[in-house]
């Protein structure tokens, strides 16, 4: 499914980071994280910023199109833990980035920030892995509610913070008008569409 | 005074007002909750990366101000919605809980419905008859008939005709078509288990808005699915889109926010009721309306709160209850007994816009098919290609993730069914004789439970779920194993019943109450049984109809 708007929108993005100077499948430096925390003035410190940005953007690191990074997963990241997260969810989640810091040290003799984005990638792809190995449910949910949970894993403080990555990087206005297709108001119902090599999965808020 | 106050501006209350105020009658339309505006008051044009909290509610708020209503659909958009079960408690017995799902404000819950809309069939209304369960429904299929098509008319419902006696077709408008994956769901389904069929989801937004849903500044479903925000468009029904303005053009309509109804005024002398003891929720100052007759659709519960909170010396079981059936046969829908598959054979094609529906399996047991239980279930869902979503589960980082996530995935299928509970008398609304809300209102205590035969329907929901996504050629990846909460399925009904009988009901067949003629009962109380379908269509038709007769009656002097 063509849809030109989007198109253009993806084409403007493009440019864009070519002209910020971006490099595809680069991921960010050291450097370039420590700058990005500045800028968003989180209520993370700044090493603990530093940190969930490096994680965020070698979960989700620039390609051809924006990363994490660019679409300031890390700040929203950061708005989450003030404004939803419960005083329990913010433990967890601050938890699960330190683990992965003490990893680096442990496997990598460096913070997990201060390692080069192949490294990092290397490390998490194996922590992940890991991380997300299904487990036998340990919690009493029934019915919907374990339906909804879904399968229990191995590390659900990391599984809950890559979620989170997840949902506001495919939510975020740099991911629905390039990674996928978005629009706010499709116009009506069309029950079968061709699909061609350049369709691309939907995106938005809703379940399906 | 007043010629009809009606108490309630939801579903069924905005088709009241309508209806009366359409045959020339000064109505007072009375709602506990806020103001809302059509179109203003809305949230569908947050863009998703405007969405607060990622459409999260916070998890503090959901814990300590909404641990009822968090167990529905409450997101960050709609978070206004919802009641605060902080501010308007009730009680449950422990280990029987009921999840009552409340949105108190202008328009009620018409503005959150899942617009799934189905007619009630002959078989519907001749069940309690036949097994006993229940008062027997005073009116049959027939008599309604007339008043779902006006209704249907007037609203705007998405449907096929399909000539199912289990599921009654009606004046629908074209219906949102079902994808190709549904297509092959479709057949797999109907191929392998005749009697069986799958159908596009019956659903009241206008796929084709007609003349009469113009006039009311009401446009095309623009395939958004974002419903549950409020429309802009007024593409699906609701009070506030459609119901209400119908009643504002007459120039007969009055309403009355944020006052809460504390009691209805009984005149033992003429045995009618005289008038309306309200509370302003934010002053608590009292006040009375008066009017010929009321209309109470206040929903299932609050209904019959205000009922029994009605009493008198002359009614001393609470207004209209000379046969103590207020409160009792409280129902729900068996909910969330879910199935999800893969389909990994699907069609390579994909769809364009987000349907407001999806597909719709009819009543088969104890229709073309035998079921161990009484009455039966359906089953809503649909077939769509799995979404980014998939990578939260998997794992996978970097460019292989937003590789994975950027290609169509395959088909995936989630139905759901929708059973049918048996009216049980001890299920039922009481008041509590100790604990009274911030406005003195005694609280309600809802007792209510599935019984033996909604767990046999339970089991059978699932074996016969996974078995069409077998026969679909999928597999089952999860199960949701158990019901939902009674109240879960946000369609409590019965607690003020029709009947034939004063003895055993609270409404003749013009839901009009036994011990009060001037008083009508249109909202989910009314319902002497619920079928399986969902249910806002018959509170609408039951309105529209009752509105009617009352209306007749009037003029006729009778009231």
């Not at chain 1, 003035?41 to 994680?55: T, V």
């Not at chain 2, 909750?33 to 569908?44: C, F, I, P």
């Not at chain 2, 998939?390 to 169509?408: D, F, V, Y």
Request: net charge neutral.
């Amino acid at each position: 499914m063509s849809d030109p708007f989007n198109m253009d929108r993806r084409g403007l993005l493009q440019r864009a980071l070519v002209l910020a100077g971006a490099t595809a499948a680069a991921g960010f430096s050291p450097a370039a994280l420590a700058k990005a925390a500045a800028k968003d003035k989180p209520s993370l410190d700044p090493a603990s910023f530093a940190l969930l940005s490096a994680i965020a953007d070698t979960i989700i690191p620039r390609t051809e199109s924006p990363g994490a990074v660019d679409a300031r997963v890390p700040a929203k990241f950061d708005a989450l833990l003030v404004n939803w997260a419960s005083p329990e969810r913010r433990v967890e989640l601050t938890e699960a980035m330190n683990a992965i810091d003490r990893a680096a040290k442990e496997q990598q003799g460096e913070l997990f920030a201060k390692l080069t984005p192949e490294k990092r990638k290397e490390l998490l792809v194996a922590y992940d892995k890991a991380a997300l190995k299904p487990v036998a449910r340990k919690d009493k949910l029934a019915g919907m509610r374990a339906m909804m949970a879904g399968p229990s894993v191995a590390d659900p403080g990391y599984a809950k913070m890559r979620e989170l990555l997840i949902l506001l990087y495919y939510y975020s206005e740099e991911a629905l008008t390039t990674e996928l297709v978005y629009e706010h108001s499709p116009g009506g119902w069309t029950p079968s569409v061709k699909v061609t090599p350049e369709t691309r999965a939907t995106g938005g808020l809703g379940m399906f | 005074m007043f010629d009809a106050i009606v108490v309630g501006s939801g579903m069924s209350g905005g088709i009241s007002a309508k209806e009366l105020c359409e045959r020339g009658l000064k109505v007072l339309v009375i709602e506990r909750g806020r103001k809302l505006v059509h179109g203003e008051s809305y949230t569908d044009n947050l863009q998703p990366w405007e969405v607060p909290n990622a459409g999260m509610v916070p998890e503090e708020d959901l814990a300590r101000q909404y641990k009822i209503q968090g167990n529905s659909f409450i997101t960050s958009p709609t978070q206004q919605y919802w009641v605060r079960d902080d501010e308007n408690p009730y009680i449950t017995p422990e280990n029987k809980p009921f999840d009552w799902i409340r949105g108190y404000h202008l328009g009620g819950r018409s503005i959150m419905w899942g617009r799934q809309t189905y007619r009630l069939s002959a078989q519907d209304f001749e069940a309690n008859a036949k097994d006993g369960h229940g008062s027997d429904w005073p009116i049959r299929y027939d008599d309604l008939a007339p008043w779902y098509s006006h209704i249907e008319k007037f609203i705007g419902v998405a449907g096929s005709q399909e000539g199912l006696p289990q599921l009654p077709d009606g004046d629908f408008l074209p219906a949102f078509a079902l994808n190709d994956g549904e297509l092959q769901f479709k057949a797999a389904i109907e191929k392998a288990f005749p009697g069986r069929k799958v159908i596009p989801g019956r659903v009241a937004n206008l796929s084709k808005a007609q003349p009469h849903h113009e006039e009311l500044g009401r446009m095309d479903c623009q395939a958004r699915s974002l419903c549950d925000r409020g429309c802009t468009y007024g593409a699906y029904h609701s009070s506030l889109s459609s119901s209400l303005p119908a009643a504002e053009r007459t120039g007969n309509l009055t309403i009355v926010t944020d006052a809460i109804v504390h009691s209805l005024i009984h005149d033992p002398k003429t045995g009618k009721i005289t008038g309306v003891r309200t509370i302003d929720q934010n002053t608590k100052a009292g006040n009375t309306y008066e009017a010929k007759i009321v209309f109470l659709n206040a929903s299932t519960i609050g209904t019959a709160q205000i009922l029994l909170n009605s009493r008198s010396e002359a009614m001393p079981r609470g207004l209209a209850n000379s046969s103590d059936m207020v409160g009792r046969h409280l129902m729900d829908h068996l909910f969330a007994l879910s199935i999800a598959g893969l389909i990994p054979n699907g069609p390579n094609t994909f769809y364009h816009g987000r349907r407001p529906t999806g597909l719709y399996i009819p009543r088969f047991r104890n229709v073309t098919e035998p079921g161990d239980f009484l009455r039966g279930y359906g089953y809503q869902g649909g077939v769509s290609r799995m979404s980014w979503r998939s990578a939260i589960g998997q794992p996978g980082i970097g460019a292989e993730l937003k590789a994975r996530t950027s290609k169509l995935g395959p088909w995936f299928t989630y139905i759901s069914g929708f059973g049918e509970m048996l009216p049980n008398p001890e299920n039922r609304v009481t008041l509590s004789a100790t604990k009274v809300d911030q406005w003195g209102i005694p609280l309600v205590e809802v007792n209510c439970a599935h019984g033996p035969n909604e767990q046999k329907m339970a089991k059978q929901i699932l074996e016969d779920g996974k078995a069409m996504i077998q026969a679909a050629g999928g597999f089952v990846v999860s199960v949701a194993d158990a019901p939902g909460t009674p109240g879960l399925g946000i369609h409590e009904m019965g607690t003020a019943c029709m009947g034939k009988d004063p003895k055993t009901s609270v409404l003749n067949k013009y839901n009009q109450a036994h011990d009060v003629p001037n008083l009508f009962i249109t909202d989910g109380a009314a319902m002497a049984s619920g079928g399986c379908q969902n249910p806002s269509l018959t509170y609408m038709a039951l309105s529209a109809r009752a509105a009617h007769h009352a209306t007749e009656f009037l003029k006729e002097g009778k009231l």
